[in-house]
């Protein structure tokens, strides 16, 4: 037996500390547990190191000897994907339906697997709620698992008394960006896999395939012809280390002006003005952009969430700073005590659809729906937005493809057909 020092909580907050005579750290931890306790720090045997957890109880170790931003970047927590969520949320959803109790059920969410979620998460929502604090409150505290958009969605099903409701409205509304996310990057691997091919060939016939023929040319008295001393040129080039001392640092300078720009406020903002403003992709980004808005606004509304929450906590979750900017402004005019729509037409970011079926859902008093249906609208133009991208695409690179590999071979065999030429003279 070894003695372990801890240090833990109550349920009514208060810090207790002790001494315990277990085998080893993880009884220490069931120990601690069965005497109704929160373990927040406990001691390693004969002076180690000590075990600390953190609010989700989640083990970090202490040690000075890394440096702050290594430590950091170690301790960092992962946040869940759309789509574990969204699981996690259908679960809570599930057992509250059965009827179970809120503690109870956040007991029986210990020990079932969620994935990206760990256990500890609701450990943690079950002690805090049974200290006498709200599911929401609770939540609040677990911000790298529990965007604001979750919490306030959370304390208003709380408010209203329809929690079930809302967790299922919630859950619904995750796994539709889940959804989303997906067909965008479904998207885009296709291109990506095309490129890789294509920069694979390449090297494999400048750095493998020409020098073992430029050996057999050079044999012979035959003048290479002009594509084949141009693919020579390049490999030369490419294989010199010299080049690579030059353009190594290159590339590396232009890489972090690059990320010092985009650091910037005033680089985020035309980076995402780009991204709304370029050929092809850019209607795919705002199409995106406004269904993400439609839906999350939609969503909190729905649920009883303040006009002004609403959109703070939309603007917050928004990735765009020119679309932040509108909403913004937006929530500076509707405090005057404007609709939603006249704002959002002065903006002149947001389409003329939005607009008049905005004011379609003031004038009928069913805002959400609108935005439902707007959200309906941009999420299934996007799919077809990503097809004619994909389509428009995949020719384009099958093309350069075919001309990049038809110009290595060209370079390989018109030498080749010279020297038989020669052969047979």
């Not at 020092?5 to 993880?26: C, F, H, M, N, T």
């Not at 290594?70 to 009827?99: C, D, F, I, V």
């Not at 503690?103 to 979620?117: D, F, P, Q």
């Not at 092809?280 to 199409?287: C, P, S, T, Y």
Request: charged fraction near 20%; aromatic fraction near 8%.
């Amino acid at each position: 037996m070894a003695q372990f020092s801890y240090k833990a909580r109550r349920r009514s907050g208060e810090v207790v500390q002790g001494i315990l005579d277990v085998p080893d750290r993880a009884a220490a931890l069931v120990q601690i547990e069965r005497l109704g306790l929160f373990p927040v720090a406990v001691d390693a045997p004969k002076g180690g190191a000590v075990l600390t957890l953190d609010r989700a109880g989640v083990p970090q170790t202490q040690s000075g000897l890394l440096p702050p931003a290594l430590r950091e970047l170690l301790n960092r927590k992962r946040s869940p994907k759309l789509q574990e969520l969204a699981t996690y949320t259908t679960q809570l959803s599930n057992l509250l339906k059965s009827g179970m109790p809120l503690t109870v059920a956040l007991g029986s969410m210990v020990h079932l697997e969620s994935k990206g979620i760990p256990s500890e998460v609701s450990k943690q929502l079950k002690q805090e709620v049974m200290e006498g604090k709200s599911l929401s409150a609770a939540m609040m505290k677990q911000q790298h698992i529990f965007s604001d958009l979750y919490v306030n969605m959370i304390k208003a099903g709380e408010s209203s008394g329809a929690l079930v409701q809302v967790l299922k409205r919630l859950s619904t509304h995750l796994e539709q960006f889940a959804e989303v996310q997906s067909r965008f990057k479904s998207a885009l691997i296709y291109p990506f896999m095309v490129v890789c091919v294509g920069i694979c060939i390449v090297a494999f016939f400048v750095f493998f395939m020409l020098p073992r023929f430029m050996l057999i040319f050079q044999g012979f008295n035959v003048e290479l012809p002009l594509p084949t001393r141009m693919l020579m040129q390049f490999s030369h080039t490419v294989t010199n280390i010299w080049t690579w001392a030059i353009v190594i640092p290159v590339i590396l300078s232009i890489i972090v002006i690059f990320l010092r720009f985009k650091s910037t406020e005033t680089g985020r903002r035309k980076m995402d003005h780009w991204k709304m403003n370029a050929p092809v992709f850019g209607k795919v980004v705002k199409l995106n952009l406004f269904g993400q808005f439609c839906r999350t606004l939609q969503t909190l509304l729905e649920n009883g969430v303040p006009v002004l929450t609403a959109l703070k906590i939309t603007e917050d979750v928004m990735p765009n700073r020119i679309v932040k900017e509108a909403i913004a402004k937006t929530r500076e005019e509707v405090t005057d005590g404007k609709t939603i729509a006249q704002p959002i037409a002065r903006s002149q970011i947001f389409p003329q659809l939005m607009v008049d079926l905005l004011k379609i859902g003031e004038d009928t008093g069913d805002v959400p729906g609108a935005l439902g249906n707007l959200a309906d609208t941009y999420e299934g133009e996007l799919s077809l937005a990503l097809r004619v991208m994909t389509n428009l695409i995949e020719p384009v690179l099958i093309i350069v493809m075919a001309v990049g590999v038809g110009f290595l071979l060209l370079s390989i065999l018109l030498p080749m057909f010279n020297l038989i030429s020669n052969i047979s003279k």
